[in-house]
C-alpha cells in the first residue's frame, strides 16, 4: 500500500521559516514528479514546487521563487519543502503528491497525480 506521510507544518510568524516533510512507502518513488500543492479556504488547489526525482529538477511557483526550497533524500524516499521568509498569504493545507509522469514544464495539474499525503496545515501569523 503506498502511502504518503507530510508533516512539519504549524504555526510560524511572518518572516520565519518551516520545513515540510513528505515520507513515502509502498514503493520507491525514483522515477517520479514530486509535486507541493497548497490549499487554501476557499480557494483551488495550486502547485507550489516540484522535484523530478530522476535528475533533481525543481520547479517552483513565481509567489514562493527564492524563499521555498525543494529536495529530495532518494534513499530514505523522502521529500522536503523549505520555507523561508513566509508571508500570511501562504497559510494553507500543503499536500504532496507522487506521479510517474515528468514533466519539463513544472508539476502538472492535480489530476494527473496517482498518491497524494492527507495535507499538513501551515499558517503564518502576521
Known amino acids: 500500500q503506498v502511502q504518503l506521510v507530510e508533516s512539519g507544518g504549524g504555526l510560524v510568524q511572518a518572516g520565519g521559516s518551516l520545513r515540510l516533510s513528505c515520507a513515502a512507502s509502498g514503493r520507491t518513488f525514483s522515477s517520479y514528479t514530486m509535486g507541493w500543492f497548497r490549499q487554501a479556504p476557499g480557494k483551488e488547489r495550486e502547485g507550489v514546487s516540484c522535484i523530478m526525482t530522476i535528475d533533481g529538477s525543481t520547479y517552483y511557483a513565481d509567489s514562493v521563487k527564492g524563499r521555498f526550497t525543494v529536495s529530495s533524500d532518494n534513499a530514505k524516499n523522502t521529500v522536503y519543502l523549505q520555507m523561508n521568509s513566509v508571508k500570511p498569504e501562504d497559510t494553507a493545507v500543503y499536500y504532496c503528491?507522487?506521479?510517474?509522469?515528468?514533466?519539463?514544464?513544472?508539476?502538472?495539474?492535480?489530476?494527473?497525480?496517482?498518491?497524494w499525503g492527507q495535507g499538513t496545515q501551515v499558517t503564518v501569523s502576521s
Open positions: 503528491a507522487a506521479t510517474p509522469r515528468i514533466r519539463g514544464t513544472g508539476w502538472g495539474p492535480p489530476i494527473e497525480y496517482d498518491y
